[in-house]
């Protein structure tokens, strides 16, 4: 709540209700524009952080976890909670902790299982561990709810930013395999119905003006082999299906989870505007360099530890957001204007 209070903004959380207090009463017009979003995954706590006085620096108003916020990787709440605790000790996160409001899902190796959808047997009691490394109150209905999605509203009308991050763990179907490989499994499904239900509500006739989704895995890559929401194919078609229905304004897609950074692009039929999903990861780690097809690929693979930033033109027409994919020392290794 202090950081709101800060900022002179109001992020509410839909379903968890507003983060207010006394001086969080003034009207929509009167609430600070977002204009600087900061996002990113993969951070083990054990390693090296060397990002964050470079996200510090960019002074976001927001900062968005995508997954694997710690390495976990247990069924063992003691062990997740120790491996939260140390992530959220360091001590330059601690000042983006208090400078921004700090916002989050998780993906598998935070959620618990690396890989893991609802078979995972401790995803209850892992949900509220997660919600306490990102400072939910305790009466917060989010620690009611199954499953970790939730809905942030920044900013005026007119100027409006809504973060939805999904929860592409609690209800997600087992994966199917081919050896090591995952394979389709058009049956499967990522949301669980009452998440799909939920989505629909949060983009259906949405006031925000730019909408940012958020998800552990990747959205639109369809050829290579890992995690990706390519593996349910009707869940992916039916949240393009939904976008398409719906069409929000200004909607964005950001993912993380493949310790490398891309920008994929696709055309939504009825959308008005190209789709694109942002890739960021890892904070603390990537892949060794190397090739790999994306059919939807804009730009390079970023094999640099990268956090992604997100800077709003307002005053642009059409409304413009110039995606980053920033590095360590100032280094910015992609950029990505995105109009709607």
């Not at 007119?158 to 997600?172: C, M, S």
């Not at 994929?264 to 890739?279: A, F, H, M, N, W």
């Amino acid at each position: 709540m202090k950081k709101l209070v800060t900022l002179g903004f109001i992020g509410c959380v839909v379903l968890a209700g507003c983060r207010s207090s006394k001086t969080d009463t003034a009207s929509s017009q009167e609430q600070k524009t977002v204009t600087t979003i900061a996002f990113g995954s993969c951070s083990d706590q054990k390693r090296p952080q060397p990002l964050w006085d470079d996200i510090v620096a960019q002074k976001p108003d927001v900062w968005i976890w995508l997954g694997d916020n710690i390495y976990g990787d247990s069924e063992s709440m003691d062990t997740l909670s120790a491996k939260y605790a140390r992530q959220k000790s360091n001590p330059v996160y601690q000042q983006l902790r208090q400078s921004t409001s700090v916002i989050g899902v998780w993906d598998d190796h935070d959620y618990g299982v690396n890989d893991g959808g609802k078979e995972y047997p401790r995803r209850k009691e892992s949900q509220q561990l997660m919600l306490d490394f990102l400072d939910v109150p305790t009466t917060s209905s989010l620690r009611k709810q199954e499953g970790a999605y939730s809905t942030h509203v920044y900013g005026p009308k007119g100027k409006q930013v809504k973060v939805i991050l999904l929860d592409a763990r609690y209800f997600r179907d087992p994966l199917k395999k081919d050896g090591k490989a995952n394979v389709p499994d058009p049956s499967g499904d990522m949301l669980g119905e009452a998440q799909w239900q939920w989505l629909e509500k949060q983009l259906t006739n949405s006031d925000a003006d730019i909408h940012i989704i958020g998800s552990g895995v990747q959205v639109l890559p369809e050829d290579h082999i890992y995690e990706k929401w390519a593996n349910f194919p009707t869940s992916r078609q039916r949240l393009l299906d939904l976008l398409s229905k719906t069409k929000p304004k200004g909607a964005i897609l950001i993912s993380g989870d493949r310790h490398q950074a891309e920008v994929s692009k696709v055309s939504v039929p009825g959308l008005g505007y190209d789709l694109y999903d942002i890739t960021s990861s890892g904070l603390t780690h990537v892949s060794a360099p190397h090739e790999e097809v994306n059919r939807h690929r804009v730009g390079a693979i970023v094999a640099q530890l990268n956090y992604g930033l997100i800077t709003v033109d307002w005053n642009a027409k059409p409304l413009t957001a110039t995606v980053r994919i920033n590095g360590d020392e100032r280094a910015t290794y992609l950029t990505q204007q995105v109009k709607f």
